[in-house]
């Protein structure tokens, strides 16, 4: 069977499809700028049979426009993979928050869906479009079965002291308010790989730290999470792009008062203004930061002026000081509530791709025996960077959300 797999946000679709013979890509692309404005719309669909790339502005006015447009190119003579549409047995999405009920991923019945929607607060930025995707499969391949899988899924098996934050009690109770973490898809695959790579060890112990635009990290005994850093929203945490992280939760209403804004704009000064790119002043985007820190491995012209600019260097270095040590903490209490650790996985477009974080998160855990091969930590792909005496091994494992997606989808149709 294939099996198509859509992530889904406001104005954009990504989408892979997947032969789960093999369990190989056949297909993917993006739909961007959709409803955008006025004939906006832009697709980039690149088969992996060795036909061309198809990248075209073309309008798309809906989602159910573009994943028409995506169907009917991955049934085209030109651009195709399949012979028959027919072929794609299912359709696997992404779901940001699947709220306290789902645990597993599911196929989507109207219950499925009423839940999705009555999830919304928990989700505001995600669901309404994640249910975009979906409502536009059932619109454009009537039939087919759709399966969703959560964020919050693998998570769900956190327990109660430590997904219950300590505030009345009530309120948790009435509106659902507590630790959900999300990355959970991500945290699944690497932690999955990283306990085959321990040979199975029953009662593993491992620390997986999803480090990209958004960072989460997830303790996880014997395959299943006891903690993890992302909480009611993805806000909480280590500090991240244009995220503050976890901070004092008073400074809301300090900024509030100061500069005239409501509890609604601090939130979004938090979410799109703080992290690396709030401390820094110079961008959301790691390796710019590195490069005005000082750092010559990815040098960048556009960014000549701030790098000479001793301040907005300054600021950069102490604002990845903030993220390294931020990230050593919470991966230090992770090792502690686990009672030690089997294997520590870094993961995501920074933790995958970055050797100097890596270096510099593994210096702080240094207490607890784990340190660093630094010439395997200098490789990429799928690594093991284990110090000769570390007592923990230490892994860069690629994350493949979208594979757990086909295989859960695969797996329930
Ligand atoms: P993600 O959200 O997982 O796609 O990760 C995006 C983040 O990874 C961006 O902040 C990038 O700057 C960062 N990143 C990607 N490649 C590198 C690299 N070679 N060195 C440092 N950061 C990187």
């Known amino acids: 069977m294939k099996v198509l797999v859509i992530n889904c946000g406001s104005s954009s679709v990504k989408y892979q499809v997947f032969d789960m013979e093999d369990e190989r890509v056949i297909a993917k692309g993006i739909c961007e700028k959709i409803a955008v404005s006025e004939g906006s719309g832009h697709i980039k669909h690149t088969p992996q049979n060795g036909k061309p790339t198809f990248n075209e502005d073309i309008a798309l006015p809906n989602h159910t426009v573009a994943i028409k447009k995506v169907l009917s190119l991955l049934g085209s003579e030109e651009y195709g993979v399949v012979a028959n549409l027919s072929e794609i047995g299912a359709v696997g999405h992404r779901v940001l928050n699947g709220g306290p009920k789902y645990a597993t991923s599911v196929v989507v019945t109207q219950e499925v869906i009423e839940d999705i929607k009555r999830f919304i607060p928990l989700g505001p930025l995600h669901n309404p479009h994640n249910l975009s995707g979906i409502n536009a499969c059932f619109e454009a391949m009537p039939g087919v079965a759709q399966v969703a899988t959560f964020d919050t899924s693998f998570h769900a098996t956190m327990p109660e002291h430590a997904f219950t934050y300590a505030i009345p009690y009530e309120y948790t109770q009435k509106h659902n308010i507590r630790r959900y973490g999300f990355h959970g898809t991500s945290h699944r695959y690497v932690s999955e790989r990283a306990i085959e790579k321990l040979g199975g060890k029953p009662n593993s112990r491992v620390v997986t730290l999803h480090l990209g635009n958004g960072s989460s990290l997830a303790a996880i005994r014997d395959g299943k999470v006891i903690d993890t850093s992302m909480g009611l929203t993805p806000l909480e945490g280590v500090p991240m792009g244009t995220r503050s992280g976890s901070i004092d939760p008073a400074v809301v209403e300090f900024?509030?008062?100061?500069?005239?804004?409501?509890?609604?704009?601090?939130?979004?000064?938090?979410?799109?203004?703080?992290?690396?790119?709030?401390?820094?002043?110079?961008?959301?985007?790691?390796?710019?930061?590195?490069?005005?820190?000082?750092?010559?491995?990815?040098?960048?012209?556009?960014?000549?002026?701030?790098?000479?600019?001793?301040?907005?260097?300054?600021?950069s270095k102490l604002a990845l000081e903030i993220f390294y040590y931020n990230v050593a903490k919470i991966a230090a209490s992770y090792i502690a509530v686990l009672g030690g650790a089997d294997a520590i996985v870094f993961t995501a477009g920074l933790g995958e791709n970055s050797p100097e974080t890596r270096e510099r998160i593994i210096a702080y855990l240094a207490a607890f025996g784990v340190t660093v091969n630094v010439e395997e930590n200098a490789k990429r792909g799928e690594i093991e960077i284990t110090g000769a005496d570390s007592k923990v091994r230490v892994f860069v494992i690629p994350t493949n959300e979208e594979l757990v997606i086909a295989r859960d989808t695969n797996a329930l149709v």
């Open 255 to 315: 900024i509030a008062d100061k500069e005239g804004f409501s509890v609604g704009e601090v939130l979004k000064v938090l979410n799109n203004e703080s992290g690396i790119y709030g401390v820094s002043g110079v961008s959301s985007d790691f390796r710019d930061v590195e490069f005005v820190a000082g750092d010559q491995r990815s040098p960048n012209p556009d960014l000549a002026e701030q790098a000479a600019d001793p301040e907005l260097a300054r600021r």
